[in-house]
Structure formats: structure tokens, C-alpha cells
């Protein structure tokens, strides 16, 4: 069942993923990722990672797709605005290439990978839920936990002082 | 640690002074706390000890490169005067991002867990894509910013790539850790590809960082746009720690697998140097200059990454802080001239050496430095860096940097040349008594470098 499942979330994700690429209209782009994003909270659910699934959801599908659209629609830039014909062939052969050759080394890397064999008899099955992973942050990796406050401070403070109205600044 | 801690609580006390109506008082309080830590930091020198489950090491190396990082912020802030006297609101907001990308630089000096690197690395990145766009109202600073932010996240998401490879492949995010499951199995490092691929992405995004080509693309553009006054602070100081991280988590968890990292590098070392120094001589504004120039120094310090022995950690240290003060002081005189001429071009300079023989004087001392000419600091890195990579017999590698150096000497000079023999195209510019005094200081520093490197070449 769980199998099935596996499978038929990786299809879909694979599937709105190439959507996310190929559609002409931005607005589906967006679409399609949040499809994207869906299906892989899905697979965070059958890894038994609760807390990751719905971080992900809250987040990503929640708030920064929400900002996308809305960055979309502000702009206008639903209607097709092809960019490409100014990029020379020259340009998108080496693109091509370049990329190419990177998923040439990746393929050949993953096919050469081994993971380390799961030890089934002593996993811990909980390992991905939200008290483990609260354990985890506040006693091994506390002091990251901590640091990231000074990061999202002075990501908060620059955001302010970049959207700050100036006095002698017009009022549109 | 307490530096960490300090500079995050000045850091926040910063923004409640940032309310009074008169900003008056904001240079001098930072300046103030830097000194504080700065001297707190030398306090921890020659102790070694692990904080949090081996997060965070403070040994030598830690407390040295963090003097560095301060020192060159504290040199930094009598160039900010223009803003008090314009009555700049976000005054405070710009030094409190100052304070709070040097934790992340703290933190990527003395990361000890991959976390930290990556968090040091994002909390000096965000605050440099919000300086560099801080300019709101000139395009040039809003392209900076949009640039190097949308390039900058990308990398970041490269090097993050890089790390959970790394962690798939060895399970640790501790770089000891990471050394000894490398090492392990059959003695030949990196027998996983998971590795290996984790490794050449944590490369590139550290690459990006540093700005070492082929990942250098951005610098100029985002160099050039960005106000002069954090221009310096981000070829200074982001480079220093971004090196001294680099060089960390080589030299600790990939010491084993040299062989397969280095051709990487040597190649990366000699597209750097070239793309540099030949980028550098083409170009006509000081600053753009100044960015090619920034990308070519990256360059010297890969050269040191590459000789990789115990000479390496007291080169890079030598290097970066006779960069980091010819590098402000050259910003600092820019940012003087350009304020008042409004040209960021060599033509700024003309007749320099007439008008303010101090700033003309010192500017020639931080070229000289930059371009490596005896009895300067930048001399005796550079010759630092040679002797440490040619223990390693990397000839070839030193004769490729040494004739970039004599291309680096033409562009260098072209300043100098404009200062000293060309008429004069404005008026005196006005320069503050503090302003003066940290040129001074910087350029005593620098020729000190020159004449007397023991003081400062043995010290890790």
C-alpha cells in the first residue's frame, strides 16, 4: 500500500515539477509548485516526519507561494512575456551543455552511491516526530537554534529599514 | 562565545539609541563596542575551548581571524560621517546590521559543525544583500542589492545542497566527524561519490561567497552599485572569514582527500587570477576596478589554500589583514573623493597629490601594498603565501601569480599616476579629523607589515 502510495506521490511530484518548468504562463508555474510542495509534505508524512510535512505546507505552500502569486499579479506578468529570443543560440548550446553534463556527473555519482543499510531492528520509528525533534534542538543543536534568532533579526531590522517610508521621499 | 554574545546585545542596544532624534552619538557608542570586543576577543587568546556539544571552537585561530574581522569594521566607521552629517535615518539600522554580520563572520571562523558554517554564512549574507541595496534611491544600489541577492540565494541553496550530500554520505555534520567517516573504509578518502559530489557543491557555494571565478560574475556589478562604505566592509570582511572557513573545513575534514580536490582548485586559481588581474586593467571606474582586484586577491589567498601545509593558516592570517587595511583605506579615500566630486572614476584622483597630499600619500601606500611592493604588508603576504606554496612544489602555480602581480602593478598605479600628474579636477576634499587619523593609522599598520613581519607572521 505504502508502495503504491510512494510511487504514485513521486509521479505526481515529478509531473507538477516538470509543470512548474514548461508552462508559458507564470501563474501555472506557481500552481504547479504548489503542487509540488503538496506532494512532498506527502512523502515527508510516509517517512513519519509530521512536524517537517506541516512546516512545509505552512511555509512554503502557505506563505511564499501566497507571496509569489501576489508578486506575479502585482507586476502583471501573467500574460507571456518570452525573454529568450534575446539570449543568443551560442548562449543556450553552452547552457545545454553545461547543464547536460552536470546531470551526466549526477547520474553517474548516484549510480555509484551506497547508503548505509538501515538497521531495522534498532530504528527508531519516531525519530521524525515533533518531540524528538524539539529534543534534539534545544539540547545538541541548541546554539544554531540560537544563532538563527541573530539571522532573522537582521534579516527583520533590514527589511524595515528597506521599506521605511523616507520623509522627503513622494507619496505615490 | 563572548564576542558572539556581545556583539548581538550591542548590536540590539544600537537600534534602541537609533530612536533618539539626533544620531550623533551612534559612531562613537560602535565604535566604542567594538573596542570592548575586540578586547574580549584577545582575552580568549591561547585558550582553546568547545562550546555546546562542539558547536563552536575559540582557539587561536578563531580569536585572530575575529581580530581581524573587528579591527576592519572599527577602521571602517569614521567613513560613515557623511551619514551623521546628512542626518541619515537609518544610521543606526545599518550599524546594527554592521554588528550583526560580524556574528556570522565570528561564526565562520570558529565553526566547528557544518550547521554553523551554513548559519555564519546566511547571517553575513542577508545583512550584505540589505547593505547593498540600502542606497534606496539610486538604481545602481537597488540593482546591487536585487543581484546579489537573487545570485547570493542561489548559491546559498548550492551550498546547502552540498552539505546534506555531505551528510548523506558520512552522517556528520561535525567536521571531525566528517574527516575520520571520509577517511575510513579503505583508506582511500572519498570512496563514497555522495561525498565527492558533496564536496564540489560546498565548494561552489563557498566559491560564490569569496568570489572566486568562475563564480565571480557578480562581484563587479554588485561591488559597484553598492555604497562604498559597505563595499569595503564586503570585500574585507566577508573574505576574510569566507577564507578562513574555507581553510578550516579543508584542511579539517578533506585533509585526506587533497588529491582529488586539488586539481579543482588549481584550476579555479588560475582562471581567478587571470580573470582578476586582465578584468581589473580594462576597466575605468576606481571601484569596478577595486572589485577585479578584490576577485584577484581571492586568487593569492586560493594559492595558499592550495599549498596546504603548516604555513597555510599563518599566510592567509598575514594576507587577509594587509588586504583588509590597504583594501579599507583604499575604499575609505574613494569614498572621501567621491562623496565630494561625485565620480567613482580614476579621473576622481586627478591631482590628488596637489590638492590633499595625506590622501594621496596614504592612497599610494595602500596600492603599493595591493600591488605587493617591498616594505608594505601586502609584500610580505604575498611572499608569505609563495614560500608556503612553493614547500608544496607548486612552481608553476607562483610563476602564473607573480606575472598576474606585475599586471595588478599597471592598474594599481593608474591611481597613483592620476593623483601625482594630472591637474587637478576639484576642489580640496574636505576630510575629517577622525577620517584622518584611521588613515594614518592604516597606513603606519601597513608599512609596520612591511618593515617589521615577524611581529604578525608567527602568531598561530
Given at each position: 500500500m505504502t508502495g503504491n502510495l510512494f510511487y504514485f506521490l513521486t509521479f505526481l511530484t515529478l509531473f507538477a515539477a516538470l509543470g512548474v518548468v514548461f508552462s508559458k504562463n507564470p501563474v501555472y508555474?506557481?500552481?504547479?509548485?504548489?503542487?509540488?510542495?503538496?506532494?512532498?509534505?506527502?512523502?515527508?508524512?510516509?517517512?513519519?516526519?509530521?512536524?517537517?510535512?506541516?512546516?512545509?505546507?505552512?511555509?512554503?505552500?502557505?506563505?511564499?507561494?501566497?507571496?509569489?502569486?501576489?508578486?506575479?499579479?502585482?507586476?502583471?506578468?501573467?500574460?507571456?512575456?518570452?525573454?529568450?529570443?534575446?539570449?543568443?543560440?551560442?548562449?543556450?548550446?553552452?547552457?545545454?551543455?553545461?547543464?547536460?553534463?552536470?546531470?551526466?556527473?549526477?547520474?553517474?555519482?548516484?549510480?555509484?552511491?551506497?547508503?548505509?543499510?538501515?538497521?531495522?531492528?534498532?530504528?527508531?520509528?519516531?525519530?521524525?516526530?515533533?518531540?524528538?525533534?524539539?529534543?534534539?534542538?534545544?539540547?545538541?543543536?541548541?546554539?544554531?537554534?540560537?544563532?538563527?534568532?541573530?539571522?532573522?533579526?537582521?534579516?527583520?531590522?533590514?527589511?524595515?529599514?528597506?521599506?521605511?517610508?523616507?520623509?522627503?521621499?513622494?507619496h505615490f | 562565545m563572548n564576542s558572539i554574545i556581545l556583539l548581538t546585545s550591542f548590536g540590539i542596544l544600537n537600534l534602541f539609541v537609533g530612536f533618539r532624534k539626533s544620531n550623533k552619538l551612534i559612531l562613537p557608542l560602535v565604535f566604542l563596542f567594538l573596542l570592548i570586543v575586540l578586547a574580549v576577543n584577545f582575552?580568549?587568546?591561547?585558550?582553546?575551548?568547545?562550546?555546546?556539544?562542539?558547536?563552536l571552537t575559540i582557539d587561536n585561530y578563531a580569536v585572530a581571524f575575529t581580530g581581524v574581522v573587528v579591527l576592519t569594521t572599527i577602521l571602517l566607521i569614521p567613513f560613515a560621517k557623511r551619514y551623521v552629517d546628512e542626518k541619515n535615518e537609518s544610521l543606526a539600522e545599518f550599524f546594527s546590521i554592521l554588528l550583526f554580520s560580524l556574528v556570522g563572520a565570528i561564526m565562520m571562523v570558529a565553526y566547528e559543525n557544518l550547521i554553523m558554517l551554513f548559519v555564519g554564512i546566511e547571517i553575513l549574507s542577508i545583512s550584505m544583500y540589505v547593505l547593498a541595496g540600502s542606497d534606496k534611491k539610486n538604481l545602481r544600489s537597488n540593482e546591487a542589492g536585487l543581484k546579489y541577492f537573487l545570485m547570493g540565494s542561489f548559491a546559498t541553496g548550492i551550498l546547502l545542497f552540498g552539505i546534506v550530500?555531505?551528510?548523506?554520505?558520512?552522517?556528520?555534520?561535525?567536521?571531525?566527524?566528517?574527516?575520520?567517516?571520509?577517511t575510513a573504509g579503505s583508506g582511500d578518502a572519498l570512496t563514497s561519490p555522495l561525498l565527492a559530489m558533496g564536496l564540489l557543491f560546498t565548494l561552489i557555494g563557498i566559491s560564490f561567497k569569496v568570489s572566486a571565478a568562475p563564480f565571480h560574475f557578480w562581484t563587479p556589478d554588485v561591488y559597484e552599485g553598492t555604497p562604498t562604505l559597505f563595499t569595503a566592509f564586503m570585500s574585507t570582511v566577508v573574505k576574510t572569514a569566507g577564507f578562513a572557513g574555507f581553510y578550516k573545513l579543508m584542511s579539517v575534514s578533506f585533509a585526506g582527500a587533497y588529491d582529488i580536490w586539488f586539481p579543482t582548485l588549481v584550476a579555479m586559481t588560475v582562471i581567478t587570477l587571470g580573470i582578476g588581474n586582465i578584468g581589473a586593467a580594462a576597466q575605468n571606474s576606481f571601484k569596478r576596478m577595486m572589485a577585479y582586484s578584490s576577485i584577484s586577491h581571492a586568487g593569492y589567498l586560493m594559492i595558499a589554500l592550495l599549498a596546504f601545509n603548516d604555513r597555510s593558516e599563518n599566510a592567509i592570517f598575514f594576507y587577509s589583514l594587509a588586504y583588509s587595511v590597504a583594501t579599507i583605506a583604499a575604499f575609505g579615500i574613494l569614498k572621501l573623493v567621491s562623496d565630494q566630486r561625485d565620480d567613482i572614476s580614476y579621473n576622481a584622483f586627478n591631482g590628488l597629490g596637489r590638492t590633499n597630499p595625506l590622501l594621496a600619500a596614504v592612497m599610494t601606500i595602500a596600492m603599493c601594498s595591493l600591488a605587493g611592493i617591498p616594505l608594505t604588508g601586502g609584500f610580505f603576504g604575498k611572499l608569505f603565501i609563495f614560500s608556503a606554496a612553493l614547500e608544496q612544489n607548486l612552481l608553476w602555480l607562483i610563476i602564473v601569480a607573480i606575472l598576474m602581480s606585475?599586471?595588478?602593478?599597471?592598474?594599481?598605479?593608474?591611481?597613483?599616476?592620476?593623483?601625482?600628474?594630472?591637474?587637478?579636477?576639484?576642489?580640496?576634499?574636505?576630510v575629517g579629523s577622525s577620517a584622518s587619523f584611521a588613515l594614518i593609522f592604516m597606513a603606519i599598520l601597513t608599512i609596520v607589515m612591511g618593515v617589521l613581519p615577524g611581529l604578525m607572521s608567527n602568531l598561530l
Open positions: 508555474s506557481v500552481l504547479c509548485l504548489i503542487l509540488t510542495f503538496f506532494t512532498l509534505s506527502g512523502h515527508y508524512i510516509l517517512l513519519n516526519a509530521q512536524f517537517v510535512a506541516a512546516v512545509n505546507i505552512i511555509v512554503y505552500a502557505g506563505a511564499i507561494m501566497v507571496l509569489f502569486l501576489f508578486v506575479i499579479m502585482f507586476l502583471n506578468l501573467n500574460q507571456e512575456t518570452e525573454e529568450t529570443q534575446h539570449k543568443s543560440t551560442l548562449m543556450k548550446v553552452a547552457g545545454v551543455i553545461s547543464g547536460g553534463l552536470l546531470l551526466v556527473i549526477m547520474i553517474a555519482v548516484l549510480k555509484d552511491a551506497e547508503l548505509g543499510a538501515v538497521d531495522t531492528a534498532n530504528f527508531n520509528s519516531q525519530i521524525g516526530l515533533v518531540e524528538n525533534l524539539g529534543q534534539l534542538l534545544f539540547t545538541k543543536y541548541l546554539l544554531p537554534f540560537e544563532l538563527v534568532s541573530v539571522l532573522f533579526l537582521s534579516a527583520m531590522v533590514g527589511a524595515v529599514m528597506l521599506g521605511k517610508k523616507e520623509t522627503q521621499q513622494r | 582575552y580568549d587568546w591561547g585558550n582553546t575551548t568547545t562550546y555546546f556539544e562542539r558547536m550530500l555531505i551528510y548523506g554520505a558520512t552522517g556528520a555534520f561535525q567536521i571531525t566527524e566528517i574527516s575520520a567517516a571520509a606585475m599586471v595588478g602593478i599597471y592598474y594599481y598605479f593608474r591611481v597613483v599616476i592620476a593623483m601625482y600628474m594630472r591637474e587637478p579636477s576639484g576642489e580640496r576634499v574636505v
